[in-house]
């Protein structure tokens, strides 16, 4: 394009990922137009979003943390419960994660996150609704977004933020058919699904003394879990997952219909969301309700010419640990700093050239990887945990998780707060808390005081111990292991049939323990690996002791 025209972009799907990436690129000078398929951006549809305080401190930045939290209550405590509503543990690790991050975590409606992104933005007229994307062509010079009516919308790049199901994605997969066909092949089958979950929002006072606002109920089942958050105004936001009986892949990850969605919850209708309040209740008072797959994938190419993923569209993880929002909004600030940088100069070698773009839109993968990986490690964890997917999951969610306790929850949660990246080209005036948003260097660490970590080795031998103890125990078991520690593996996510779907370094354990009778050389071997997860254990059992000095990666 002629470079006396201004850099233009357009923006695919007026979602939260979408939306906020319209903002950045306002705060730095960037011309822009949202193309949103629906005939309005704050649709009442989807259910709820949860925030964390790296999402937030975003959302601060640019002038709408307050909106947000006039919509809700801050979480102060999580209930563990059994399918028959008695307490396993309650945690308040949201209050330390306040405490520590200067944010609190906020959960509330998703139509209501849209209708404050929106309402926020100055120049409402570049988000164009009921304009449906139905093609896409990029070539060295510009790249176009083809509407529905015939419409092209030329811009330099194009940012797919148009979920799961991507149109952008498809389209990038598209123009690689004929360059990388085995890269094609492997991306879009590698999405799986292994849930099922129905979201629901329902709205009634209820006598329950357990709802009141800002109190989770997390509730396990056996191949199923419940969630169920309290906000204001009466709103109980809810989840029933459920899993399937086999792995579901792209293209061929069913949906449901409002029959499918019915006869679900009225099967599981006498879960007990506390010892007082049942699925029923919730149920009965629904305002909305829908069921999904919940699919889980992180692609390995985010980015094709002028063409880049964000948010859903490049990585989808499942929603027990709250971290979909949250990536995606930290995702457009890192895609946003990296333009502005180009736009202005300031990184040597940085341009908006089309050579310029392609370098970009690396580095922002590259920076962005390991954060995002990890949260959807994190997420898969959680789902299977809550689930007690397996033998090994379940004794976690009944026995070893209750033992470690909330320090455990909320050194796992720092971690992926601490080292999120803000919009660098606007000032932050925002919150403090305890630990310094990137942590602590060396230098700090080395002036504070320790505890020798040899002198605690004996203090937690009991994490050390107990898988050794439970693996002799289950030494002549040949089933039990075959599922424990397939979901390790379950975020490959590029297997493209049922025989790869577990892969990885844990997956002869089962052939170990099933032989380990006549061959103790298997016993031992077997031993030395689960022993990892106890040394796991013992060190986040030391870290937690002092878990204001030790940052987690």
Not at 374 to 380: G, L, V
Not at 399 to 405: E, K, R
């Amino acid at each position: 394009m002629s470079s006396k025209k201004p850099f233009r972009v357009v923006i695919i799907g007026g979602s939260v990922s979408g939306l906020t990436m319209a903002h950045t690129l306002e705060r730095a000078g960037i011309e822009y137009v949202l193309l949103e398929r629906g005939s309005e951006v704050t649709f009442n549809g989807g259910a709820s979003i949860g925030l964390q305080p790296h999402g937030l401190r975003i959302m601060d930045q640019m002038g709408m943390y307050e909106d947000i939290l006039g919509t809700t209550a801050p979480m102060i405590r999580a209930d563990h419960r059994h399918p028959s509503g008695e307490p396993i543990a309650q945690s308040e690790f949201m209050l330390q994660i306040e405490e520590r991050h200067g944010y609190p975590i906020l959960f509330f409606e998703r139509a209501e996150m849209l209708e404050i992104l929106y309402n926020h933005l100055p120049d409402k007229p570049k988000i164009l609704c009921s304009n449906k994307v139905v093609n896409i062509q990029s070539t060295p010079e510009y790249a176009t977004a083809t509407t529905e009516d015939g419409t092209n919308y030329t811009a330099d790049m194009i940012i797919g933020a148009d979920g799961v199901n991507s149109t952008t994605r498809k389209m990038m997969w598209k123009m690689m058919a004929d360059t990388d066909p085995d890269l094609v092949q492997k991306e879009s089958t590698s999405m799986f699904s292994d849930y099922s979950c129905t979201f629901g929002v329902s709205i009634f006072d209820s006598e329950d003394p357990d709802l009141r606002p800002g109190v989770s109920h997390i509730n396990y089942g056996e191949k199923q879990s419940h969630i169920c958050i309290i906000s204001t105004r009466n709103r109980k936001f809810w989840f029933l997952i459920l899993k399937h009986d086999k792995r579901y892949y792209a293209p061929n990850i069913p949906r449901y219909t409002n029959v499918d969605l019915e006869a679900s919850v009225l099967k599981h209708s006498a879960i007990r969301v506390t010892e007082h309040s049942t699925l029923g209740d919730l149920w009965k008072h629904r305002s909305k309700c829908t069921m999904v797959c919940l699919e889980e994938a992180m692609f390995d190419r985010w980015s094709h010419d002028r063409l880049v993923l964000l948010g859903d569209s490049v990585h989808k993880v499942t929603p027990n640990a709250g971290h979909g929002g949250n990536t995606a909004i930290e995702s457009a600030a890192v895609l946003a700093n990296f333009l502005y940088e180009a736009k202005m100069g300031t990184r040597q070698g940085s341009s908006l050239s089309h050579e310029g773009l392609l370098a970009i839109f690396q580095e922002y993968q590259s920076s962005r990887e390991v954060r995002v990986a990890n949260a959807c490690q994190k997420s898969s964890a959680a789902t299977r945990l809550q689930a007690m997917d397996n033998f090994l999951w379940k004794s976690g969610a009944l026995q070893f998780v209750p033992m470690l306790g909330e320090d455990m929850e909320v050194n796992a949660a720092s971690a992926l707060i601490m080292g999120g990246e803000p919009l660098k080209f606007l000032e932050y005036k925002g919150k403090n808390g305890s630990i310094p948003w990137d942590g602590w260097d060396l230098a700090t660490l080395a002036d504070s005081e320790k505890r020798s970590f040899f002198d605690s080795v004996l203090g937690y031998s009991i994490y050390l111990a107990l898988p050794l103890v439970l693996l002799w125990t289950l030494r002549e078991t040949s089933v039990w292991i075959s599922p424990v520690l397939s979901a390790a593996n379950d975020f490959n996510g590029t297997a493209s049939s049922e025989t790869r779907s577990i892969q990885g370094s844990l997956t002869h354990n089962s052939y170990f323990l099933s032989t380990a009778t006549s061959k103790p050389w298997c016993l031992i071997s077997a031993c030395v690996e689960i022993l990892s997860i106890g040394l796991l254990m013992a060190v986040e059992g030391f870290r937690a002791s002092e878990p204001w000095k030790f940052r987690l990666e």
